[in-house]
């Protein structure tokens, strides 16, 4: 039997001393990335998934009748919200996409209305997810250790890391066949090689849902996506392969997505502080909240693709009060995805914007 959800209130996180200290050089390390890639190509991009390979434009549909429990925030009332979904891999700089890296996507819900949270323009609600269940440190802190190898390694040696790519996903094809799997290894380039069209996306990282506490995900739910989940994509000598393959089969799929709730129920074994904890879906099941859909269109246009990769930003913390980011993790991304954005909008001489439904 699946327990009641757990009711959101501020004490469910547990903000530690040194948090202030560890965000700072968070945001040294990631301005370490964002120069270095500036500098040696001459334009500014993201300090994460700083590489696209498509851009699509869609309809998301708040599902009619929801459960209470369900029907929250963005959530409260069925009706449709004009979407952009950006699709990424999770690099500092543009790679070629022989070195295999976990997949992004990065989702921008228009026109939400609500409250919104502090700092947060416009009004749109942004969800920002991987193709992962969990997180690869469970603290700030511990990320930062991380992120300071690779900013060393940032637009270095590109030949070394595709050989090293390769090697790594040896190794974790290995761990799979024995139950194993490895977020460090996929995140230095052992992820196997996916078509994103097919992949399942998660929020990884705790929100508070309304009333409530949730993670999020979303999932290939037509055939013409099904299809792609798990195939892999030959990226040798082709630096941009995945966004060519996506391009050529967003030509003809209609693609549709559900986005899916998972309520916490139990904070000892769905916490919020530690995000390399999976949420056991026996015991927190996921829950369909809207379905995402999007016609056939060429998913590198570059109109779209200067207003949405050039021209806009995507933060967790941009949205409404009602999805607050929870969590160490959350905390520390605020600003340096602010600076991030400053940095980008600084170098480029571009302004980025907040978007509205008929734009």
Not at 14 to 42: C, M, P, R, Y
Not at 327 to 341: Q, T
């Amino acid at each position: 039997m699946v327990a009641d959800p757990v009711r959101y209130s501020p004490d469910i996180e547990q903000v530690s001393s040194g948090e202030d200290g560890t965000i700072e050089q968070l945001n040294q390390t990631f301005n370490k990335i964002l120069t270095t890639v500036a500098k040696d190509s001459g334009h500014a991009v993201r300090s994460v998934h700083a590489k696209a390979h498509g851009i699509l434009e869609g309809t998301m549909t708040v599902a009619p009748g929801l459960a209470p429990e369900l029907a929250q925030g963005l959530f409260t009332k069925p009706g449709e919200h004009k979407v952009y979904m950006r699709l990424s891999t999770n690099a500092g700089d543009i790679l070629p996409d022989a070195i295999s890296l976990p997949r992004g996507l990065a989702l921008k819900v228009l026109d939400v209305e609500g409250e919104r949270l502090p700092g947060a323009e416009g009004t749109t609600q942004n969800f920002i997810m991987v193709n992962g269940k969990v997180f690869q440190a469970k603290t700030a802190e511990k990320f930062l250790g991380s992120l300071k190898m690779l900013a060393g390694t940032t637009d270095r040696a590109e030949g070394l890391k595709v050989a090293a790519s390769t090697v790594l996903r040896g190794v974790n094809t290995a761990l799979q066949t024995v139950g194993v799997e490895s977020t460090t290894i996929a995140g230095l380039g052992g992820a196997p090689n996916v078509d994103p069209l097919g992949e399942t996306y998660y929020s990884i990282t705790p929100f508070r849902y309304g009333d409530y506490v949730a993670k999020f995900s979303v999932a290939p739910i037509a055939p013409g996506l099904t299809a792609l989940t798990g195939r892999e994509i030959d990226a040798s000598g082709r630096p941009d392969a995945i966004r060519e393959t996506v391009r050529s089969e967003m030509r003809d799929i209609v693609g549709e997505w559900e986005f899916r709730v998972q309520l916490c129920r139990d904070l000892e074994r769905q916490p919020v502080e530690d995000p390399t904890v999976e949420w056991n879906e026996d015991e927190a099941p996921f829950q369909r909240v809207a379905t995402i859909r999007v016609r056939p269109q060429d998913s590198w246009d570059p109109t779209r693709v200067q207003a949405v990769d050039e021209e806009m930003r995507f933060s967790v913390w941009t949205g409404l009060a009602a999805h607050r980011p929870l969590g160490n993790i959350n905390r520390a991304r605020n600003a340096p995805y602010e600076y991030s954005a400053a940095f980008r909008e600084r170098f480029n001489g571009c302004p980025l914007h907040e978007p509205a439904g008929q734009s």
